[in-house]
């Protein structure tokens, strides 16, 4: 009987660990590869991956570089054309990288958000954070700001282990330490590691 409430408790958190899962063995995304974009792009702010928005949002940002989010970024027609076909055909319809994958799957098809944070995936994704620490958060200030926390983003990889919250510390452990899903990975693996080792020798 304890046996079958064990697997009963660890089949639950693998539905749940599921529920974030892609049929693509490419995780993140992909990272930037252009270094005209990197160049700039990134002189300005982070240098966001193609993958993490649509095409049709991209075209509406580079068509729009006179008043870019508050901002003047206009370029030269050549070299607008350049970043926008860049961006354009490395969108996220055309990656099979998991968080690309995912971020499109989450969108309807009238929606053409300019701005990630926009994204039903990214906003999913952020929904236990607090205003205290991003607004509120001096280190953070906004959720523009993804290498803020996500200290591997620029190699594409947004993965939950790699998350370090200024003044919070690692995602993981924070969320195992305060929240009800947290507790349940939490102790999901430590039943895992009870069956190894009681279990397992029981049974054969």
């Known amino acids: 009987m304890k046996l079958i409430f064990i697997l009963l408790v660890l089949s639950s958190y693998v539905v749940l660990?599921?529920?974030d899962s892609s049929?693509?063995?490419?995780?993140g995304v992909v990272p930037v590869n252009d270094a005209n974009y990197t160049e700039e792009c990134g002189a300005c702010h982070f240098a966001y991956q193609p993958g993490?928005?649509?095409s049709a949002s991209w075209k509406r940002i580079m068509t729009s570089l006179e008043d870019h989010f508050g901002e003047n970024a206009e370029l030269e027609t050549k070299e607008q054309k350049l970043?926008?076909?860049y961006l354009t055909k490395n969108a996220a319809e055309f990656?099979?990288?998991k968080r690309s994958i995912k971020i499109i799957r989450s969108l309807t098809k009238d929606?053409?958000?300019l701005r990630i944070t926009e994204m039903p995936?990214?906003?999913?994704k952020h929904d236990e954070l607090t205003s205290a620490m991003v607004i509120g958060n001096p280190e953070v200030k906004s959720l523009s700001y993804c290498d803020?926390?996500?200290t591997k983003a620029v190699t594409g990889s947004y993965a939950e282990d790699d998350i370090i919250v200024p003044g919070y510390g690692n995602w993981e452990e924070y969320e195992h330490s305060s929240s009800f899903i947290g507790r349940i990975k939490h102790g999901a693996k430590e039943i895992k590691e009870y069956i190894n080792e009681e279990i397992l020798k029981k049974y054969f």
């Open 52 to 54: 993490l928005l649509p």
């Open 17 to 19: 660990a599921d529920d």
């Open 23 to 27: 049929s693509s063995n490419n995780p």
């Open 121 to 124: 995936y990214i906003i999913k």
């Open 95 to 97: 990656s099979n990288y």
């Open 111 to 113: 929606k053409i958000p």
């Open 83 to 85: 970043l926008t076909d």
């Open 148 to 150: 803020n926390c996500h």
